[in-house]
């Protein structure tokens, strides 16, 4: 069965790099593009980008441009993100997400991973 | 950006009666190829979200059929002809119509 399974919470200081990872299994890696989002707590979804995991073409939302860096390793099916100069209001639930183009929307999501921003 | 927004933000709802959500787009979501690209999520409590309607009005699989959505360009809906209790939760619309995706605010469900 499709799985996105990421990888656990993390604990930066103010101006620090965070790298998360979300690893896929249960089809074919190179056919869907992966999305991350993220969730301030009880709030609503904000998208970040996209990772076509065929090409590596990357795709950021201008909010975010020049600060996140979005990488794929085909080998082991993962894709990461690597968000930078962090802030406290970067503290959030970081998502990854497949991408349907059939559907036009997200079919499996992962877990979810915690950022905490905090010196 | 395309805004999309929801209403109710809250829903307090009996279990067995009818419940319904409006998310309305700044523009419409009707793409070229005459698809709706707008989307419905149910999040869980301390769950990620999962896909419940898709191009509008296609239940993703695996989803009760007592959920349906429906709209135009603009204007959509999703109903729930009879809520039972692990319906709890907030509901999203999105649109994928072109980047960046945005969400609607989400409406809480409860019962």
């Known amino acids: 069965q499709v799985q996105l399974v990421q990888s656990g919470a993390e604990l930066k200081q103010p101006g620090a790099s965070v790298k998360v990872s979300c690893k896929a299994s249960?089809?074919?890696?190179?056919?869907?593009?992966i999305h991350w989002l993220r969730q301030a707590p009880g709030q609503g979804l904000e998208w970040m980008g996209w990772?076509?995991?065929?090409?590596?073409?990357?795709k950021y939302s201008q909010r975010f441009q020049g600060r996140v860096t979005f990488i794929r390793d085909t080998s082991a099916n993962i894709v990461s993100m690597e968000l930078r100069s962090l802030r406290s209001h970067d503290s959030t639930v970081y998502y990854c997400?497949?991408?349907?183009?059939?559907?036009?929307?997200?079919?499996?999501w992962g877990q979810g991973i915690m950022v905490t921003v905090s010196s | 950006d395309i805004v999309l927004t929801q209403s109710p933000l809250s829903l307090p709802v009996a279990p067995g009666e009818p419940a319904s959500i409006s998310c309305r787009s700044s523009?419409?979501?009707?793409?070229?190829?005459?698809?709706?690209?707008l989307s419905w999520y149910l999040q869980k409590p301390g769950q990620s979200p999962q896909l419940l309607i898709y191009?509008?009005?296609n239940r993703a699989s695996g989803v009760p059929d007592r959920f349906s959505g429906s709209g135009s360009g603009t204007d959509f809906t999703l109903r729930i002809s009879r809520v039972e209790a692990e319906d709890v939760g907030t509901y999203f619309c999105?649109?994928?119509?072109?980047?960046?995706?945005?969400f609607g605010q989400g409406t809480k469900l409860e019962i």
């Open positions: 249960g089809y074919t890696f190179k056919d869907y593009p």
């Open positions: 990772i076509n995991a065929g090409n590596g073409r990357t």
């Open positions: 999105m649109h994928a119509l072109q980047t960046p995706f945005t």
């Open positions: 191009l509008g009005s």
């Open positions: 997400a497949r991408f349907s183009g059939i559907y036009e929307a997200f079919d499996f």
């Open positions: 523009q419409s979501l009707l793409h070229d190829n005459g698809y709706k690209y």
